[in-house]
T-cell receptor
Framework: QQQVKQSPQSLIVQKGGISIINCAYENTAFDYFPWYQQFPGKGPALLIAIRPDVSEKKEGRFTISFNKSAKQFSLHIMDSQPGDSATYFCAARGNNDMRFGAGTRLTVKP | EAQVTQNPRYLITVTGKKLTVTCSQNMNHEYMSWYRQDPGLGLRQIYYSMNVEVTDKGDVPEGYKVSRKEKRNFPLILESPSPNQTSLYFC???????????FGPGTRLTVL
């Protein structure tokens, strides 16, 4: 069963817009929540991550919002650019077990 | 350059023909793992290793074997590949205490 549920599957945003990708998890033992960015033909690369003791983390145009009680977290990409077009995966880690969402394919139109 | 390398990058094979996908990292990481990526399913962990001679099953270990005889290498072995193992495979590594996992470039395997 998918322990981390990600939505939407695909997302099209205009340049300059805000991209929002949502994830929900089930296991309360998860203690680390990263987002990975993957370009075609490449492996995933860590984009930004958060621990459950904070509700928000911002790095440049990328922000993670975390809601521990709802067991949900989301990635916000402000001022989306065509170069942000990629597949994004949320993940959750507990012990040595990393679970990934199904991925969101983001297309940013010029 | 710090990196995870995988070989081969692309492989087409037939059912039942044993194959090995190699993975090597030059960052002295203790933890290494293998994932498969399938459309709509994201990345699912096959096996992981926390150090030399220590390996453990992930979510989808059936049909796969691994070994960790050296710290830098973590090969994935398919003793009798089947078409349902057609997938994109990624190796990854990190330090035991670290959070950042570094992925290799991927191996696209097709089993006919």
């Amino acid at each position: 069963q998918q322990q981390v549920k990600q939505s939407p599957q695909s997302l099209i945003v205009q340049k300059g817009g805000i991209s929002i990708i949502n994830c929900a998890y089930e296991n309360t033992a998860f203690d680390y929540f990263p987002w990975y960015q993957q370009f075609p033909g490449k492996g995933p690369a860590l984009l930004i991550a958060i621990r459950p003791d904070v509700s928000e983390k911002k790095e440049g145009r990328f922000t993670i919002s975390f809601n521990k009680s709802a067991k949900q977290f989301s990635l916000h990409i402000m001022d989306s650019q065509p170069g942000d077009s990629a597949t994004y995966f949320c993940a959750a880690r507990g012990n040595n077990d990393m679970r990934f969402g199904a991925g969101t394919r983001l297309t940013v139109k010029p | 350059e710090a990196q995870v390398t995988q070989n081969p990058r692309y492989l087409i094979t037939v059912t039942g023909k044993k194959l090995t996908v190699t993975c090597s990292q030059n960052m002295n990481h203790e933890y290494m793992s293998w994932y498969r990526q399938d459309p709509g399913l994201g990345l699912r962990q096959i096996y992981y290793s926390m150090n030399v001679e220590v390996t453990d099953k992930g979510d989808v270990p059936e049909g796969y074997k691994v070994s960790r005889k050296e710290k830098r290498n973590f090969p994935l072995i398919l003793e009798s590949p089947s078409p349902n193992q057609t997938s994109l495979y990624f190796c990854a590594s990190r330090t035991l205490a670290g959070n950042t996992q570094y992925f290799g470039p991927g191996t696209r395997l097709t089993v006919l």
